[in-house]
């Protein structure tokens, strides 16, 4: 089969198209053959092994060669003790301690796998996992949002930024977006109430509150964090810089509780079984997936590239060749 396959740590150009066996599943595996892949922001950390976080499992070249974490796509064979799917079902899930999406096929745990729901696309399915679950996470299950609060999301503009605005939103919550300049109006169409350019104003010097602050980019100290919090407030670290993880674990606790806010880091619960709730939002038409791209497999350094560097608004998505 084809996959798209790197071995160092780097820019685009160390991926490759290469030929690679199609792997057997094992007993408690199933074998997707792929339709859809979508990129997520820990695709391209992955991919450049930056933050230092991304490099769990292989220090100094990637542990997975094959990158790609929320696929969707049809069984194709099942291993021996795998007894949920039959071949030919639809499913979907986020494979992300594995990796192994850019490829035409892949063995995912069956335990990982969810069907994808009646009128959902293989794009929107795939679409889902990671950054719907953050959103869902970030937002109602730990962010607890509550009509009339003021949110503010860092990196609003990304994937799982796309579904929060929209979430918080549901909830009426007042959301604030901070991105790049190119993302400003895509972050108003999603609902955000206010946007900044993070390149022009810093939003943890501009004198403003928030009642929940949810980090996809975290650059901050914890003390700007902390500053930036409504008594009462929470602060959620999704992604971000090293030295900024480092200061949310080690001091977050205490800073915030002194303060009587909550500064801690999110670690999300991945697995598209968990998705229900935002699943049904988007079946009901209550949140919309935005596709900015769609990209060919063998397209993958594209793709990755056009994330990378901050362009895609929504979901870019590799689709079977
Ligand atoms: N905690 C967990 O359990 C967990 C689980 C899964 C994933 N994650 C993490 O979740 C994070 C977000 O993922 P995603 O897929 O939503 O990423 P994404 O689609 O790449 O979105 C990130 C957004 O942040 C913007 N950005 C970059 N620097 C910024 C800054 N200084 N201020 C404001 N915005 C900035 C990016 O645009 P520009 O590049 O143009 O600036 C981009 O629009 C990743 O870091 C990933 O590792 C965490």
Redo the contacts with the bound molecule.
Sequence with gaps: MKAISYTRYGPPEVLRLTDVEVPTPRAAEVLVKVRAVS???????TLRGK?L??RVGGPFRPRHHILGSDIAGQVEAVGRDATRFQPGEEVFADI?SQMGGFAEYVCVPETALARIPTGMTYEEAAALP??G??ALQGIQEKGHVQPGQQILI?????????YAVQLAKLHGAEVTG???A??LAFMRSLGADHV?D?ARENFTTNGRAYDLILD??A?HSVFAYQRSLTPGGRYL????SMATLLQILLMGPLTGRTANKKIR??????GAQHLAPIVELCQAGKITTVIDRRYRLSEVPEALRY???????G?VVVTAE
């Design positions: 990129l997520n922001g820990s695709d391209w950390e933050p976080y991304s992300l990671q950054a679950a953050i860092n990196g609003a503009g990304g994937g799982s930024g796309m901070v991105d790049n190119e993302k900044i993070y996809l980019t650059h670290y999704v992604g971000g880091l999110l670690a999300v619960r991945l994330l990378g560097e901050g362009h895609a608004k979901k």
